[in-house]
């Protein structure tokens, strides 16, 4: 979970939620990364926090 600097430029929602995706196994050598985000406004689905964000700055 973040709420650094993120902005939704769709619905303008500054939480999102981190997707998390593993290789399956539990205890040693299991792992686990962010596959991709979604933000909880408007659901929609980005892989970088910040680009996803800067695109609102850009519109400006
Ligand atoms: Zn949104």
Redesign the pocket.
């Known amino acids: 979970m973040g709420q650094n600097k993120f902005k939704?430029p769709?619905?303008?929602?500054k939480e999102y939620e981190e997707k998390i995706e593993s290789n399956g196994i539990l205890g040693p050598g299991g792992s686990s990364w962010v596959k991709y985000y979604t933000?909880?406004?408007?659901s929609?689905m980005f892989k970088d926090v910040n680009k996803f964000t800067k695109k609102i700055e850009k519109q400006k």
């Open positions: 939704c769709i619905c303008g929602s933000c909880y406004g408007c929609v």
